[in-house]
């Protein structure tokens, strides 16, 4: 379930990117970051609740699919970071718990890892990762 959650999650920064005029990309934009700090954030925070990653169990394959949101969303919305780091820090914790395995952290410092963009370069927010 949560899975499917968090793919429902995913389309919606999809069609966000992909099917906003850009004319109205930027309100469109700001629209959902303030929605995904006021209730998506949220919701996640308390699934994750004091827990290392989402299942008791360990690492699984919903962690990864956390983390890309996280990322993906701390690149729509440049003071998201600063914002999970004080207001929500189980999440904050999360995300750099995730990159601090040590393979995660080998890919992400890799060259070709940093040029890789989320969504088609045509899109309104193809999601380039910072240089």
Do not use: C
Not at 52 to 68: C, T
């Amino acid at each position: 379930m949560i899975a499917e959650y968090f793919a429902e999650l995913r389309s919606a920064v999809i069609q966000l990117s992909n099917s906003t005029e850009k004319s109205l990309y930027e309100g469109k934009r700001v629209e959902h970051a303030k929605n995904w700090r006021e209730h998506q954030l949220q919701r996640i925070s308390k699934l994750l609740g004091s827990k290392d990653f989402l299942l008791d169990s360990g690492l699984s394959y919903v962690d990864f699919i956390l983390h890309e949101l996280l990322y993906v969303h701390s690149l729509l919305d440049p003071d998201l970071e600063e914002f999970t780091k004080k207001d929500i820090s189980n999440v904050a914790d999360f995300k750099q718990r995730f990159e601090r395995i040590p393979k995660i952290a080998n890919f992400m410092k890799r060259e070709d890892a940093r040029k890789l963009t989320i969504h088609p370069t045509f899109a309104n927010f193809p999601g380039h990762p910072p240089s």
